[in-house]
């Protein structure tokens, strides 16, 4: 049973580029969360996709998007990238239960570089 | 607003020794709280969970943690501490949101 995977590994950017990180929810998983980790902190949350809806949103500003597929698997956009946008961006699958969501388990992340 | 704290950056253990790893969270509801840890270059792996009932909370790899309502707090705990246990460590609250983490703290275990 194949875990959370993430594509690209890495990533390098220059400012004011656009990006596209993609994830892929463990088996039997049907919601999505994405979170940002700059290096020496702990996960921001981004997003969470739960049929192919966003459906909660953490401080992040318009230029973080999202989109969910129907396989469930999702993707997060970010346009007109910063130096400040440098991180390991994370993806978490969970299953939805009685309005919240069960564990997360995240994926091994996109390491993203903006030059 | 929620908030997890880890007051200890870094955290030293020879091999061997019983470890603890301190996390207290703000009180909102019924929080889940959660701890994860994190390998160089690695994504975050689950260890453990807390959503109600026995205080003390068994995980993976022989780590426990014991939920304190009174004091808020969420320790994370292991009688004897493994080399391969030097890592990055997370405590997490889930209420309103999704995951509130922690700042993380850097668990070394000395052979």
């Known amino acids: 049973d194949a875990g959370v995977t993430q594509s690209p590994t890495h990533l390098i950017k220059t400012r004011g580029q656009q990006v596209t990180l993609r994830c892929s929810p463990k088996?039997?998983?049907?919601?999505v969360s994405w979170y940002q980790q700059a290096l020496g902190q702990g996960p921001q949350f981004i997003f969470q996709?739960?049929?192919?809806?966003?459906?909660q949103r953490g401080n992040f500003p318009d230029r973080f998007s999202g989109h969910q597929f129907p396989n469930y698997s999702s993707e997060l956009n970010v346009n007109a990238l910063l130096l400040g946008d440098s991180a390991l961006y994370l993806c978490a699958s969970s299953r939805r239960t009685s309005g919240r969501t069960d564990t997360q388990y995240f994926g091994p992340g996109t390491r993203l570089t903006v030059l | 607003a929620q908030s997890v704290a880890q007051p200890e950056d870094q955290v030293n253990v020879a091999e061997g020794n019983p470890l603890t790893v301190k996390c207290t969270y703000s009180?909102?509801?019924?929080?889940?709280l959660f701890w994860y840890v994190q390998y160089p270059n690695r994504g975050l792996q689950f260890l453990l969970k807390y959503i109600t009932g026995d205080n003390l909370v068994k995980g993976s790899y022989g780590f426990e943690a014991e939920f304190n309502k009174s004091q808020t707090s969420f320790h994370l705990k292991k009688p004897s501490a493994l080399v391969s246990d030097s890592a990055l460590y997370f405590c997490a609250q889930e209420g309103n949101t999704p995951l509130v983490f922690g700042k993380g703290t850097r668990l070394s275990v000395i052979a």
């Open positions: 088996s039997g998983h049907d919601t």
């Open positions: 009180v909102s509801g019924n929080p889940y």
């Open positions: 996709y739960y049929e192919e809806e966003e459906r």
